[in-house]
DNA sequence: TTGGAATGTCAACAACACTGACGTAAGCTG
DNA sequence: CAGCTTACGTCAGTGTTGTTGACATTCCAA
């Protein structure tokens, strides 16, 4: 509704002005992508019966291969009540296998099966796919922009755990 | 996982060559990024027993002054039961005002109260100064390629309801 | 004017998050 | 060894948010 009264002219941003408007629009884009970015997961889990809590949880265990249950908490960021049931319908459905830890008894160290690296692909290609079109539409230069200003928009401790799983997969 | 063997060097990525490695930093960026993104109202609403539906519909009515109740449903995505639900706490709260439509008496046009309009201030107050802060540590060239690659990933119909809004402010 | 389409409301149910409490097994420390 | 902590699982209860189904009102066109 505000105008800053001054400089919102150019479509460019100046550096150290931004009006309220750029910023709303800002979050606006960036709900309606969110929309999109999940909405063709959305569709293969609905068929399964299952949820976007499922397909997180595939993710980062196919990310992470091993990783132990309060590992995944800390980076999904729910409740273990909440992964837990998640977890044991993937486990129940042969998806997911729980192996105690070698080291630690205590721990449970979590793998994708067969089936679950095949669900896992379905997910990532669908989600990949739209992504690519995405960095190929919007070209070399804007991906680093989009990637640099994502990072700075996380929390500390997400900024932390996105680093180590880049180089994890590096 | 895999290096392109060209030109990786300079921040920016080869256009025609994305691997899977780029594709999935991408879709984690999105996922943590997101839940910055939301981590600062959340917290405002869960003291008022309000949800991120309600700062939704909030945002949108003061987006879009007078809006119906359709025209609400389809940029939000969701029924119309979903969506009335929230309406109805919204109104019996006062914080959001519904008006029998003047030309089509079925029509309910909606509109922010003055408490409506001073919580709308304080959620996106709020979601706004992370926006701002991760803009500027990011610099202006990234926000633009920050807002083609997000617009490039909505799905069509929500990107036509994205540019309507964009000029509505502008 | 009558029947169908559009708009919005109420009721019931499912998914998934949360808190709180408790139990078990395993590791650690004095 | 005894006692504390950690890691994990589970039961019970609650809240938000999505869904479908049924229904009332209003508009419009045959």
Do not use: C, W
């Not at 959305?42 to 309060?70: E, K």
């Not at 960095?135 to 932390?160: Q, S």
């Amino acid at each position: 509704m505000r105008d800053t009264g001054m400089g919102a002219g150019l479509g460019g941003e100046s550096l150290l002005f931004l009006t309220d408007e750029q910023l709303r629009q800002g979050i606006e884009a960036m709900f309606f992508a969110y929309r999109g970015f999940t909405a063709d997961p959305d569709r293969i889990l609905a068929d399964l019966a299952y949820g976007r809590a499922h397909h997180r949880a595939v993710h980062f265990i196919n990310r992470a291969p091993g990783t132990t249950v309060n590992n995944l908490l800390n980076i999904l960021g729910v409740t273990k009540q909440s992964l837990n049931r998640v977890l044991r319908t993937l486990i129940a459905d042969g998806l997911v296998e729980s192996r105690v830890g070698q080291h630690d008894k205590r721990e449970r160290h979590l793998f994708l099966t067969e089936d679950g690296h095949a669900l896992e692909q379905k997910l990532s290609d669908a989600q990949r796919a739209r992504m690519r079109t995405a960095f190929r539409e919007a070209g070399p230069d804007a991906v680093g922009g989009f990637r640099r200003v994502l990072e700075a928009m996380m929390d500390p401790e997400m900024r932390r755990a996105y680093a180590r799983l880049k180089e994890n997969g590096a």
